[in-house]
């Protein structure tokens, strides 16, 4: 038993994997596997906060940017693809028939160069700005809050550009996916998978980073930073290379969601959507591997069952579980499970070191 | 110089604006280390009495000096509630002060998403206000005047309260050490609960300020309050001084950049701005020397 306590993650990963990828997509039907898919993509991005945040401090309050940064590239390379070969999008003919194509527009017809941004981007805006902010020591609730102005800067910004980005409509309408016609049960069982699947990856990485000495410095970090800077690390490198690995999460989580759910909008990216990100990671559980992940696959059904019957309810509700969850669950769900876990005796051999 | 004075103008106003809604969130923030989120819901709060006041006295003329200590109550009270239902938990986990305030944030625009219109209501511009005063040949809308004498009149009331009442001296001792202040008879819980209370209030008479300028709706607190916490940050924590800087060059920055690009493309660039300067002064603008090595 004690052997085999390190690899029980591990374990618990392929058990996930089990029920994601093989039972669910039997017993479900398509709309619901739909939804899910939808869900992994909240789900791959709270990975990465779980990260950044449970693991190395961060709060992390704008990940809607990166989810944005790779949710835009996505749906621009789909808006084009649908528009097809020297056409230009609809909703650009409506707004202006006669201008072109807008240039940083036209690369995104390029299949391979929006997979290239999709991951580029996020790691060149998060290296900016974290090497601006960790150099300088910037944390806590300052950076809760910068990253937070920079998740309304960029909704608004997006808003406001209506020829470029479809303005507060956002991009919709996609008809393909790299050549695959989204509008087919087969096609859209694929992009669950291979949203799934990524979020698996996901997980396993996080469980590398977590036993490598990478994690274990960064952990030290965010319990000590001063003594890390003693023992000769630099803290804004170990923290800066969490905030950039949550980014390309977020991103890809952000790609994801476009084909599945068919549409982007500044609000999907702005300062309520990164809340909602947050929320789901601090209810699962912020530093454990899992309670990021399942607690935003719960926040995601959730917000679509009872947004949609109840709208008033679901944000009292999501505020109270705020209130509740960082009163009196602070290390989320996940604690609950570890103190039931307490209860049950542990083997002899470990008891002997634990005192 | 034509072409400079309308924005610097309209910057100072918008500046000022700006310092009403950071005054009290660098009060709570400084004083006593609690991040509060719903800040902007306590504004909205002040936003909405203005409209309720009116209510009751239809003339605009009057109702508005009626709202302003009004406003500062209703908002004081419901900062007080958050602290002793919620905050007082939590002090020393800002970052938990944060989560939760987010929550009440939450719930409180959508209490006043489900009272009051979702398209807003209309609060009226008292017929005082109405007239433009010229300053170097420019008419200035004596609104935005308003709101300049406002945040002077918060501003000093504030600093003279914390540095001459007696009530001002306890809080600066239980900032500077809170066990001592204690042992010589300060109720430490007496004065977070009253902190909090004018920190609150001061969002309340920002909020009839608001009113007067921009919609009174359930989504007005989240305009106000990132912008409110940069010049708070810009400005280095709990620094009247600093924020009174701070808002006067995020306001007049707004209204230049405004100028020559979208009001969207402005708001990133004052952001940027501010992301800048603090890789000049991580601090803000104004710091307590401490000894601490963060």
């Known amino acids: 038993m004690t052997r085999l306590r390190p690899w029980l993650p591990l374990i618990g990963i ?68 649908t528009a097809g070969p020297d056409k230009i999008p609809t909703f650009m003919i409506l707004y202006d ?59 608004t910004l997006v808003s406001s550009t209506i020829r470029e980005t479809g303005g507060d409509t956002g991009l919709s309408g996609f008809k393909y996916f790299f050549g695959y016609v989204l509008d087919d049960d087969r096609n859209k069982l694929m992009l669950f998978f291979i949203a799934a699947g990524i979020l698996v990856a996901c997980l396993l990485v996080v469980w ?13 970090t965010r319990d000590a930073e001063e003594r890390v800077r003693f023992l000769g690390y630099d803290p804004a490198n170990i923290k800066l290379t969490a905030f950039v690995i949550a980014a390309v999460m977020a991103s890809i989580g952000g790609a994801m969601f476009v084909p599945i759910v068919g549409i982007i909008t500044p609000q999907e990216i702005g300062a309520s959507a990164s809340i909602l990100m947050i929320a789901g990671v601090a209810l699962g559980g912020r530093a454990s591997l899992f309670g990021p992940a399942l607690g935003a696959m719960a926040i995601g059904w959730g917000q679509s069952s009872l947004a949609s019957s109840w709208p008033g309810g679901w944000v009292y509700l999501l505020g109270l579980l705020f209130v509740v969850v960082t009163l009196f669950l602070p290390k989320g769900l996940a604690s609950v499970v570890d103190r039931i876990r307490g209860i049950v005796p542990r083997g002899g051999a470990e008891k002997g070191v634990a005192s | ?71 500062f109550i209703v908002a004081g009270i419901l900062g007080l509630l958050l602290e002793v239902s919620i905050l007082q938990w939590m002090y020393r986990r800002p970052l938990d002060t944060l989560l939760v305030t987010v929550g009440v944030s939450l ?9 009051f219109p979702a398209q807003g209501v209309p609060v009226e511009k008292p017929g005082w206000l109405d007239g433009q005063i010229d300053v170097f040949g420019y008419g200035w809308p004596s609104r935005q005047l308003f709101t300049i004498v ?9 600093a003279a309260w914390l540095k001459y009442s007696p009530f001002g001296r306890r809080i600066r001792a239980t900032v500077q050490n809170r ?62 001084k600093g924020a009174i800087i701070a808002a006067w060059v995020v306001g007049v920055a707004l209204a230049f950049f405004a100028q020559w690009t979208t009001g969207s493309l402005a708001q990133v660039l004052a952001f940027v701005l501010v992301v800048v300067f603090l890789q000049l002064r991580p601090q803000g603008l104004f710091t307590v020397r401490t000894r601490g090595l963060a």
């Open chain 2, 107 to 115: 719930i409180l625009q959508q209490a006043a998403l489900q009272i």
């Open chain 2, 1 to 71: 110089m034509d072409a400079l004075i309308p924005p610097l103008l309209n910057g100072t106003a918008q500046g000022a604006l700006l310092l009403l809604a950071a005054l009290g969130l660098s009060l709570t923030f400084g004083q006593m280390g609690v991040i509060n989120m719903a800040h902007g819901e306590f504004i909205m709060a002040g936003a909405f009495v203005a409209y309720l006041t009116q209510l009751v006295i239809p003339s605009s003329d009057i109702s508005i000096p009626v709202a302003l200590p009004l406003a």
């Open chain 1, 97 to 155: 028939p006669l201008a072109p194509l807008p240039a940083f527009w036209e690369p995104f017809r390029n299949g391979a160069f929006t997979l290239v941004v999709i991951v580029v981007a996020p790691i060149v805006v998060a290296s900016i700005l974290g090497f601006a902010l960790f150099k300088r020591r910037v944390k806590g609730a300052y950076f809760a809050i910068l990253t937070q102005a920079l998740a309304v800067a960029l909704a």
């Open chain 2, 150 to 158: 406002l945040a002077a009149v918060c501003v000093v009331a504030l």
């Open chain 2, 179 to 240: 066990d001592l202040a204690e042992t010589l008879g300060v109720s430490t819980r007496r004065v977070d609960r009253l902190t909090f209370f004018v920190g609150s209030g001061l969002a309340g008479v920002a909020g009839v300020a608001a009113s007067l300028i921009g919609g009174t709706n359930s989504q007005m607190g989240a305009q106000y309050i990132i912008p409110a916490f940069l010049v708070v940050v810009a400005g280095g924590i709990g620094q009247i």
């Open chain 1, 208 to 220: 590398q980073l977590n036993r490598s000495r990478f994690g274990e410095l960064l952990l030290a």
């Open chain 1, 14 to 81: 392929g058990v996930f994997a089990i029920v994601l990828l093989g039972v669910a997509p039997a017993v479900l039907s398509m709309h619901w596997i739909n939804n899910l898919g939808k869900y992994c993509c909240y789900a791959i991005v709270a990975v990465g906060i779980g990260l950044a945040w449970g693991r190395g401090g961060m709060l992390v309050m704008g990940q809607g940017v990166f989810f944005g940064l790779g949710a835009y590239a996505m749906a621009m390379h789909l808006s084009l693809e």
